[in-house]
């Protein structure tokens, strides 16, 4: 029996060319409006925007799309953009794709969660209990290894780092209620509010991002640059979940009227 997360209107040949769409938006998202390459950090990537088509492409037309529009937007970005300047690799391509395919199970399963304030305290206490060991790590250690150099960690840092990460825990914090009650003062009515579309980003953010993302880095960067790795994509990801949850709410709204689309 199919199961079916978000019902539309759309035949399989709209969802082919809308998926070309999305490939194209994502790429453009991912490689043209994005920092793809920081000298210090090349295996950090920032874009606005990228990852919430992806997700709502796998929400929207299913994990199978999902999966192969995040291989080919990251397949064809670097072979349009990046040939000549970078290497390929493809465990960051597998990051891409495991987002797409995922996406769509994680929704199915937040769905199910009807307590806003359930999710929204776990959200909260998983990532402060992620930022306690990060920054018992760095109170711990006096050096970290970037790369085959050895930098000795200051004092400033270690104060430095955590109330930096904090700070951007609470910032995460004011910008989901913020995004509930301005989806809650619309008139449409959403698929999904902010509090299940927040945590849901989260959950793909902080498996897939930040653990099986730093992982698949690890093979590409070396292990011995993992923390670091595991810091600075930790502190993309209080970017990451408070933007996605609003691109995906608005879009989905969008969808809403543009689709036919019913929950």
């Known amino acids: 029996m199919k199961i079916e997360l978000i019902k539309s209107n759309l035949s399989q040949v709209q969802k082919i060319t809308l998926a070309g769409i999305l490939i194209s938006l994502i790429i453009i998202l991912q490689k043209v409006l994005a920092i793809n390459y920081i000298p210090v950090v090349p295996f950090l990537r920032i874009s606005l925007g990228g990852c919430a088509l992806l997700i709502f492409a796998s929400i929207f037309l299913g994990p199978w799309y999902g ?111 913020f995004t509930e009650r301005y989806f809650k003062k619309r008139k449409d009515s959403q698929l999904f509010n902010a509090y299940q579309v927040s945590f849901a980003c989260f959950i793909i953010e902080l498996f897939v991002m930040i653990l099986f993302g730093t992982l698949m880095k690890g093979f590409a960067f070396g292990f011995q640059t993992y923390p670091v790795i595991l810091i600075t994509q930790l502190m993309v990801g209080f970017i990451n979940i408070p933007l996605n949850t609003f691109l995906i709410s608005y879009i989905m709204i969008f969808a809403k009227r543009k689709y036919n689309v019913q929950d």
């Open 67 to 177: 999966l192969l529009i995040g291989i080919a937007e990251d397949l064809l970005g670097y072979l349009i953009f990046d040939p000549k300047s970078m290497s390929f690799f493809p465990q960051i391509t597998a990051i891409y794709g495991l987002m797409g395919f995922v996406s769509y199970f994680v929704f199915m399963l937040i769905r199910q969660i009807k307590n806003k304030k359930v999710m929204f305290i776990v959200e909260m206490l998983s990532f402060a209990a992620v930022l306690t060991a990060v920054t018992l790590f760095i109170t711990l250690n006096n050096e970290i290894t970037l790369y085959s150099s050895t930098y000795t960690i200051e004092i400033w840092q270690k104060i430095a780092i955590p109330l930096i990460l904090f700070a951007l825990l609470a910032a995460l914090t004011i910008c989901i209620i």
